[in-house]
């Protein structure tokens, strides 16, 4: 258990460390810098900020120097989008904002999801199962830059039930329309995964047990069948935070969200390096904590696979 | 076991294009198993509609160049000289919904391929050699897994853009081409490369299941005890019997891919002016959804048919060709 546990941990830091190298090499490699303008700058100041920002040094020695940097939890400057600003401070106000949608996001999804698989599997080839796994097939192959537009304009200038985009610090009604743009993808697979992992445990031969003793039906769903009907969908919650988190990128942007997604966006086509490293390692870091998590739940849910590490 | 696509008789039958005497071929019983399976059936007429409309269509002249401006006649609604209406600058929508779908779709497919080639060799080389190969490739596979794959593609795609002009002169002076023939191809170039080069994960994992499974059949015994190399007996012997997962899942690879791009040309990242795609068109729409939702509404549509019917044909693909792993 304990050795499952520092495999995994070792496992995030890897990816961690490649996440860092290929973000910088990538961005280094981009033909523009940080010190080009579309006003040309004098040469002998472009050697100066080159200098104060070490890169007049070789390509291999500055990479030598983030990775250190980064191993203390410094992220340094941005140099284009919010010059002069310390990137720990620029997301420290940004990743809450995305935190919070991101939760939020998958506080819907993941209810939604389970709900409506739980449903399809009890129902399974009625009319209402069908109906269930079209719409989330519908959810799966509906783009999230669709329905983030269509409902922004249905429930933010038709209705006017929510705003339209923008945010304010504690107001859920901001959050609304994101999250659920964001979750929904989430809850259709979520679903679909439920569906399965319940149609498969109410076959076996326990729940024809429970159901002999007279147990009412709701019962023997939730309370036994449950249980290992969640294992498919629990795997896939690592992979579905992690798309929840991508997926902010569009989202903040289509709903003007000032999370970590837009300056990430923002910061790209400025090649701001700094402020593309921070919010790459952030989302690295995040999915690779909810993996982490997800494999805890499971090896709870699931006590055949604590037998075996 | 007789699960299809494992037995190498068949397999060299349906290679070869005849069927067994006597009795029907594991893969014949797969076709009649699709044709049974009416939503996949839609799915492929409508997708086989789809591509000759983009692909065919655009070069009869009832079809109005997609980018000829009208400007007296902006934001029309549907009539009979543009059945779709035309957008903000006057230019007809159905024109450009189809010259879009047909570079959304040649994406898609050439993407799907990139993946697939890599997929493939990775996931056979590690199910096959085992061992300390397998271990370390399938490492490489759980580090890359666990990477925010959008992230990624978004970083990718931005170096590759920045290069195309450099690569569409490079390709122009060696081979002698003309520019104007060569440039929409390295246009797109970045994004085969940015998606291509992640989105193989997936399928090197089931590539490897099969192979593994394979390898330790006795028909494999059979080709290792006749001394063949290594290379004859995976690229010859195992993966024409793994042919079916491998369809299956490149048939589901393909929507993923045109999201992607989607997503990336949303954000202006993926195709660029003078060209579009649907993901162009979707982001068009939804800057002037105020003033002419059907700019959102027919491309969208389009877009989400065709997800649609890629992943009704994928999986009535993975129910015809492997029953067992069907969903009940």
Not at chain 1, 56 to 66: C, G, I, N, S, W
Not at chain 2, 20 to 44: E, F, I, P, Q, T
């Given at each position: 258990m304990t050795r499952v546990i520092l495999q995994r941990l070792l496992q995030g830091l890897l990816v961690l460390f490649v996440l860092a190298t290929l973000t910088f090499f990538l961005v280094?490699?981009?033909?523009?810098?940080?010190?080009?303008?579309?006003?040309?700058?004098?040469?002998?100041?472009?050697?100066?900020?080159?200098?104060?920002?070490?890169?007049?040094?070789?390509?291999?020695?500055?990479?030598?120097?983030?990775?250190?940097?980064?191993?203390r939890g410094e992220l340094g400057t941005s140099l284009?989008?919010?010059?002069?600003?310390?990137?720990?401070?620029?997301?420290?106000?940004?990743f809450p904002v995305s935190l919070a949608l991101g939760l939020m996001a998958m506080l819907i999804a993941v209810p939604v999801g389970v709900a409506a698989g739980v449903i399809a599997a009890v129902r399974r080839n009625r009319v209402v199962d069908y109906a269930v796994m079209a719409v989330a097939l519908l959810g799966i192959c509906l783009p999230n830059f669709v329905i983030g537009p269509v409902l922004a304009e249905l429930f933010g200038r038709r209705l006017a039930w929510f705003p339209v985009s923008g945010w304010e610090p504690r107001d859920l009604s901001f959050m609304i329309l994101p999250a659920v743009t964001l979750g929904l993808g989430s809850a259709a697979y979520l679903s679909r995964l439920t569906r399965t992992g319940m149609?498969?445990?109410?076959?076996?031969?326990?729940?024809?047990?429970?159901?002999?003793?007279?147990?009412?039906?709701?019962?023997?769903?939730?309370?036994?069948?449950?249980?290992?009907?969640?294992?498919?969908?629990?795997?896939?919650?690592g992979p579905a935070f992690a798309a929840t988190v991508s997926g902010s990128v569009v989202v903040e942007s289509i709903f003007q969200v000032?999370?970590?997604?837009?300056?990430?966006?923002?910061?790209?086509?400025?090649?701001?390096?700094?402020?593309?490293?921070?919010?790459v390692l952030i989302y690295g870091s995040l999915i690779v904590v909810a993996n982490f998590l997800a494999d805890l739940v499971q090896l709870w849910l699931n006590p055949r696979l604590r037998s075996n590490s | 076991?007789?699960?299809?696509?494992?037995?190498?008789?068949?397999?060299?039958?349906?290679?070869?294009?005849?069927?067994?005497?006597?009795?029907?071929?594991?893969?014949?019983?797969?076709?009649?198993?699709?044709?049974?399976?009416?939503?996949?059936?839609?799915?492929?007429?409508?997708l086989t509609i789809v591509v000759l409309l983009c692909f065919i269509v655009p070069f009869f002249p009832i079809i109005q160049d997609p980018a000829v401006q009208d400007l007296s006649g902006r934001n029309a609604s549907p009539s009979a000289g543009h059945w779709m209406g035309t957008d903000h600058l006057g230019r007809d929508l159905l024109a450009r919904v189809l010259h879009g779908g047909r570079i959304s779709i040649l994406v898609g497919l050439v993407t799907t391929l990139v993946s697939l080639t890599i997929g493939v060799c990775i996931g056979a080389v590690a199910g096959y050699a085992g061992g300390r190969i397998d271990a370390l490739l399938m490492r490489v596979v759980d580090v890359l897994y666990s990477l925010p794959f959008l992230i990624i593609v978004i970083l990718f795609s931005a170096l590759a853009k920045s290069h195309t002009e450099r690569l569409t002169d490079g390709i122009t002076a060696l081979t002698g081409w003309n520019r104007d023939a060569v440039a929409p191809f390295t246009g797109l170039l970045p994004l085969f490369v940015a998606i291509g080069a992640l989105s193989w994960l997936n399928l090197s994992r089931i590539v490897r299941a099969s192979v593994q499974d394979l390898a330790g059949r006795e028909f494999v015994e059979a080709?290792?005890?006749?001394?063949?190399?290594?290379?004859?007996?995976?690229?010859?012997?195992?993966?024409?019997?793994?042919?079916?997962?491998?369809?299956?899942?490149?048939?589901?690879?393909?929507?993923?891919?045109?999201?992607?791009?989607?997503?990336?040309?949303?954000?202006?990242?993926?195709?660029?002016?003078?060209?579009?795609?649907?993901?162009?068109?979707?982001?068009?729409?939804?800057?002037?959804?105020?003033?002419?939702?059907?700019?959102?509404?027919?491309?969208?549509?389009?877009?989400?048919?065709?997800?649609?019917s890629l992943n009704f044909l994928g999986d009535g693909l993975r129910d015809a060709l492997d029953p067992k792993s069907s969903r009940d």
């Open positions: 280094r490699a981009l033909p523009y810098g940080p010190f080009q303008d579309e006003r040309a700058v004098p040469s002998h100041v472009r050697e100066r900020l080159e200098q104060l920002h070490g890169y007049d040094k070789p390509l291999v020695v500055q990479y030598a120097m983030r990775l250190g940097n980064l191993a284009k989008v919010m010059e002069g600003r310390e990137v720990t401070a620029i997301l420290a106000q940004a149609v498969e445990v109410l076959h076996q031969d326990f729940i024809r047990t429970a159901r002999a003793k007279g147990q009412r039906e709701s019962w023997v769903v939730l309370r036994h069948a449950l249980r290992g009907g969640l294992i498919p969908p629990v795997a896939y919650l000032p999370g970590i997604g837009r300056l990430f966006i923002k910061a790209i086509e400025t090649s701001d390096e700094a402020l593309i490293m921070g919010p | 076991m007789t699960r299809p696509f494992s037995d190498p008789s068949v397999s060299g039958a349906a290679r070869s294009g005849v069927a067994d005497d006597g009795g029907r071929s594991l893969w014949s019983d797969a076709v009649s198993r699709l044709r049974r399976n009416r939503a996949a059936m839609w799915s492929c007429t409508f080709a290792r005890s006749l001394g063949l190399p290594h290379h004859r007996i995976l690229f010859h012997h195992i993966l024409p019997n793994a042919v079916g997962p491998i369809v299956v899942y490149a048939t589901l690879t393909i929507p993923g891919v045109m999201l992607f791009e989607a997503t990336l040309s949303f954000l202006g990242m993926g195709v660029q002016p003078p060209y579009s795609s649907w993901g162009v068109l979707i982001k068009d729409g939804a800057d002037r959804m105020l003033s002419n939702s059907l700019l959102l509404v027919f491309p969208s549509i389009l877009f989400v048919l065709t997800l649609l």
